[in-house]
């Protein structure tokens, strides 16, 4: 709200009334021009003596009301920098957000900006939305979603030449290319992870190499004594245990 102190300079009784909410603001980012007939109605409805005031300056007063400008680079750092805060949970990779269409530039009220970004998938890599709650100074004031795709371009072996089902694989076997990721299931980046293990599928040149497609042998067997630990937090668990299934990585 506008008070009679922001549209004026009193003096003498007029200054008790120098916080008197007058009219409402303009938008953050916007301006608005008053007159003094609109002061003095409003005044008026506050009960004040207008025929006991002395006016003069401007017949009209214009009130330009600061924000903070939102606008496409704007977002495009906010969400950058939530990816790059989540580097530890994705891949090792060139990750960009590819929008469909970012909104108009729009302004929000001047204060300390905290957003908040919120994936539409948890574990962001395959989010087609991103949705974003702005807070100033603690007090939620705008949220918007965005509609895109991640891209994450990184380094992935594909097959060098035709391969049959049961082939082991070699160096000679393999290249590398950087490839998007996101339309991979569980691809394979290191060579010698892979080098002398078999092929369970026949596999096309070029076509990117799956560790589904790949026979790993077991981490740990039937029988097997294995260390079973449970984390949460600070606190971790050990005790011992015996493998009641044979598991590969990941498994």
Known sequence: MITLSD??????????HAELQLLPSPKPGQQQ?????????????HAVPLDEVSWTGATSITVHRAGLLIDQTTLENILNEYLDSKRDF?????ITFQAQRFPQPFFLPQGKLTPEV?????????????SIIFRIDDQVVENLSINGKLEAIAPVLVVATDLERGSLL??????????????LRN?????????????????????????????????VT???LVTITLRHGPLALNARGEARQSGKEGE
């Open 33 to 45: 021009t008053y007159s003094i007939d609109t002061i003095k109605k409003a005044l008026g409805r």
């Open 90 to 94: 994705l891949p090792q990779a060139r």
């Open 222 to 224: 039937r029988g097997e």
């Open 187 to 219: 691809p394979c980046f290191d060579a010698d992870e892979v080098v002398g293990k078999k092929l369970k599928r026949s596999l096309r040149q070029g076509t990117p190499l799956d560790r589904g497609n790949v026979e790993f042998p077991p981490m």
């Open 7 to 16: 549209l004026a300079e009193l003096s003498g009784p007029a200054t008790d």
């Open 118 to 130: 919120i994936p539409s998938d948890p574990q962001i890599l395959h989010s087609r939305r991103f």
């Open 170 to 183: 070699s160096s000679q076997d393999l290249n590398l290319a950087e490839l998007d990721i996101v339309r």
